[in-house]
């Protein structure tokens, strides 16, 4: 049997200025989502591994955070095809930072950031303009 690996994260957007401006990045936001490949129409990025909450008070006060989890057979393997597919995805959206969580049987944690360099990433902007650290933390213990 081949390892599984874990991929979870959360994407956040910035408070708006108006409750209008919220209301319609957030609706976008959605749109975008309800786009992604469904069923069994999906490799790496699927619609059914992302949820955001959707009505405003309790769980959205300020900020839309999209959360986002799945499990896979060895995806270190196709990691870099990973990356690209979520990249195109935050080109599509409104959001402030990403963060994507890693966990491989042998390879141990990784933990992924992105950060828009401008506070904030718009999906008429275009191309990405982010600052990507990554960490690592091994299952080893000295």
Avoid at 16 to 34: G, K, W
Avoid at 71 to 89: I, P
Avoid at 120 to 126: A, I, Q, R, T, Y
């Amino acid at each position: 049997m081949e390892s599984e690996s874990i991929v979870y994260g959360c994407i956040r957007d910035w408070p708006a200025d108006s409750a209008e401006q919220s209301r319609l990045r957030r609706e976008l936001n959605r749109q975008v989502l309800r786009e992604l490949p469904a069923g069994d129409a999906w490799s790496l990025l699927g619609r059914e591994m992302f949820a955001c909450c959707e009505q405003p008070g309790d769980g959205l006060y300020q900020t839309q955070v999209i959360h986002f989890g799945a499990s896979y057979r060895a995806v270190e393997y196709e990691w870099s095809l990973w990356v690209e597919q979520f990249e195109a995805l935050l080109k599509r959206l409104y959001w402030a930072s990403a963060v994507v969580h890693l966990e491989t049987e042998l390879n141990g944690t990784h933990t992924f950031r992105w950060d828009s360099e401008s506070g904030g990433h718009s999906p008429h902007e275009g191309e990405l303009r982010v600052r990507c650290a990554w960490e690592r933390e091994s299952g080893l213990r000295g």
